[in-house]
């Protein structure tokens, strides 16, 4: 009879274990996001995610078609749930965590290596963030990660069949947004200058070029079609961007906002440590190219963040090692030090970017320091308001009635959260909206929203105030701060093919 324990047994034990920690932290922030995910509203740019759900296409002004396309499942299996819809982002920031630790393992880490990657990339404040939304900078983390793990297991085993993987996840990000193009040139630039350059000679690699651009071929057809349009709308949000101020404090964001401000000594190890290493020096490039190329261009601070999972996974297994060669008191105390650290931290974090309180002292604090959940307050006051506005009008005024909208938000929100109360399809000329056009025959009563009076009236005959957008909290945004008021308006001035020619706008 064989015997019932082996010598392999303990080792498979230990690997469930380790992987079963990176699962449990996973699983307690997937947990998080689900008990409060139901909270205040949605965000204007999940309402433009939805509202471009609707309308699928190979390709929008503002982004790639994959994050629509996975709204528009969440619309088939949930409706208009933000539990519901917000899953899928949510799985995505729990793969990251998982992927963490998984990198620290590849790495030649154990058990406190991949359990202080995971942990620390979990209880950073924008892969917390990336789980209260639907965004598209959730699903591009995401494939950044991946493709950073699947990176060094190309350089770990040097087998170039890695190369198909790769490809596959750089055209699957590139589908989700642009950005992903900086990673994978910084990739093939770090190994192009590194010992294991030969890769690039293999036939896989050219498989994995080929993949990648027959994934994001659609998408380029798309923008061929459209003369480019994403490329004008990209130069158009980044001077307004700079010139906003946006890209200031790039670096100080880096430390507290991509990353736990208790992990810097980690993913500055880790940058360290992969530039000693011949063999996983790649991954270095990978973050610095991108961070030259975005500090030089006053960038906005969150395009780097899904670089430092790879960072922390290695600055871990550093960590680790230094521990071991150090008394065990002395490592029990620094690891205790480090880990209460990164959960005090992240604490802070979580009180600022989740939703805790519909009610309360959290609640107040999260919206006073967060201006994304500001921005999901009032979308339901404001559809409501519309409707009523709409109820009081003449039957011969309703007959003929169109809304025309400011922003996406507010074209989302009529849209998505509208048909509830039987509005018309919305009227818009920001982004993607643009090419929907307006109705035949055209309306000749509106409801004009985001316009100031003096907007109003140079646009549209007749404008009287009608209404006012805000919401009965006092919460302080955009939509309370800038767009304050709602009209009722005739026609335009100017025969609608002439108006919709002189109006395309970006958001």
Not at 185 to 201: A, H, K, N, W, Y
Not at 362 to 367: D, E, I, M, T
Not at 482 to 500: A, M, S, T
């Amino acid at each position: 009879m064989p015997p019932i324990y082996t010598t392999e047994q303990p080792r498979n034990r230990s690997r469930w274990a380790d992987t079963a920690s990176m699962l449990a932290i996973a699983a307690a922030v997937v947990l998080l996001h689900l008990v409060t995910n139901s909270r205040y509203g949605f965000h204007r740019d999940e309402l433009q995610f939805l509202s471009d759900a609707r309308h699928l296409d190979w390709g929008f002004v503002a982004y790639p078609p994959f994050t629509p396309f996975i709204e528009r499942i969440g619309l088939g299996l949930f409706g208009i749930n933000m539990v519901g819809l917000r899953l899928f982002s949510v799985l995505a920031q729990a793969t990251v965590i998982v992927l963490a630790g998984l990198m620290a393992k590849e790495l030649g880490g154990a058990r406190l290596a991949q359990i202080t990657a995971a942990l620390a990339v979990a209880l950073s404040a924008l892969p917390l963030f990336n789980g209260t939304e639907f965004q598209y900078t959730s699903f591009d983390s995401l494939w950044c990660v991946l493709i950073a793990y699947l990176t060094i297991r190309l350089l770990k085993s040097e087998n170039p069949r890695w190369w198909l993987a790769i490809g596959a996840v750089i055209g699957v990000g590139l589908e989700s947004k642009y950005t992903v193009l900086f990673l994978a040139v910084s990739l093939v630039v770090g190994i192009l200058i590194s010992p294991v350059r030969r890769l690039l000679l293999s036939r896989w690699f050219a498989i994995g070029v080929a993949l990648a651009f027959a994934i994001f071929l659609p998408n380029l057809l798309w923008q061929i079609h459209h003369d480019f349009i994403s490329l004008h709308f990209l130069q158009y949000i980044h001077a307004r961007d700079v010139r906003w101020g946006r890209g200031d404090r790039f670096w100080f964001k880096q430390f507290i906002v991509c990353a736990n401000i208790y992990s810097t000594p980690l993913w500055i190890a880790g940058i360290w440590l992969y530039l000693r290493s011949p063999r996983f020096r790649p991954l270095a490039l990978m973050f610095l190219l991108p961070a030259i190329f975005y500090t030089l261009t006053h960038a906005v601070f969150y395009y780097l963040a899904p670089t430092y999972p790879m960072l922390i996974a290695m600055g871990a297994v550093g960590f680790e090692s230094w521990c071991a060669r150090l008394r065990r008191g002395w490592a029990v105390a620094l690891t205790a030090v480090l880990f209460i650290g990164i959960l005090a931290a992240g604490a802070y974090g979580i009180a600022i970017v989740v939703p805790l309180q519909a009610n309360g002292p959290l609640r107040n604090f999260a919206l006073a320091q967060n201006e994304a959940l500001r921005e999901e307050i009032g979308w339901d006051e404001l559809v409501r308001t519309v409707a009523q506005i709409r109820d009081s009008l003449p039957p011969d005024q309703q007959a003929h009635l169109g809304i025309t909208t400011g922003n996406y938000g507010e074209y989302g929100a009529i849209e998505i959260l509208g048909r509830a109360y039987g509005l018309p399809e919305p009227i818009g000329t920001t982004n993607s909206e643009w090419y929907r056009g307006y109705p035949t025959p055209a309306p000749t009563t509106l409801i004009v929203l985001g316009l100031g009076e003096e907007e109003a009236n140079a646009l549209f005959t007749g404008c009287r105030l009608a209404g006012h957008n805000g919401n009965s909290e006092g919460v302080r945004n955009e939509e309370s701060e800038y767009h304050p008021d709602i009209f009722v308006c005739g026609p335009p001035r100017k025969p609608w093919p002439e108006l919709w020619r002189e109006h395309r706008d970006f958001g």
